[in-house]
């Protein structure tokens, strides 16, 4: 078992950047692969990046490709995702989420075990 939490949202400025944090606590967090989603009101959950349990390797969704970049601190149990360039199109609930598939980066929430509560995330034109 393993408890997620987000911070780090908040409101900001197109153009602007923001970091998200995940902390972990529970099980080995280098049992895991992590993961960012994110799913803006009557959309569905969207998968944003995810890391390897070591973060040797990392997937980014197109949408965001060349302006996040997810990393992680082992040490620190926690993942980030640091926004830059934000659009009011990022507007969303971002999800951290743990994934016992450790050396792969998942694309879809149904191969993450555990989830995060969300942080709100809202950029504004």
């Known amino acids: 078992q393993v408890q997620l939490v987000e911070s780090g949202g908040g409101l900001v400025q197109a153009g602007g950047s923001l970091r998200l944090s995940c902390v972990a606590s529970g099980r080995t967090f280098s049992s895991y692969a992590m993961g960012w989603f994110r799913q803006a009101p009557g959309k569905e959950r969207e998968f944003v990046a995810a890391?390897?349990?070591?973060?040797?390797?990392?997937s980014t969704a197109n949408s965001v490709k060349g302006r996040f970049t997810i990393s992680r601190d082992n040490p620190k149990n926690t993942v980030y995702l640091q926004m830059n360039s934000l659009k009011p199109e990022d507007t969303a609930v971002y999800y951290c989420?743990?994934?016992?598939?450790?050396?792969?980066?998942?694309?879809?929430?149904?191969?993450?075990?555990?989830w995060g509560q969300g942080t709100q995330v809202t950029v504004s034109s």
């Open positions: 890391v390897t349990w070591s973060g040797s390797s990392t």
């Open positions: 989420a743990a994934s016992v598939n450790k050396y792969t980066t998942p694309q879809i929430p149904n191969a993450y075990d555990y």
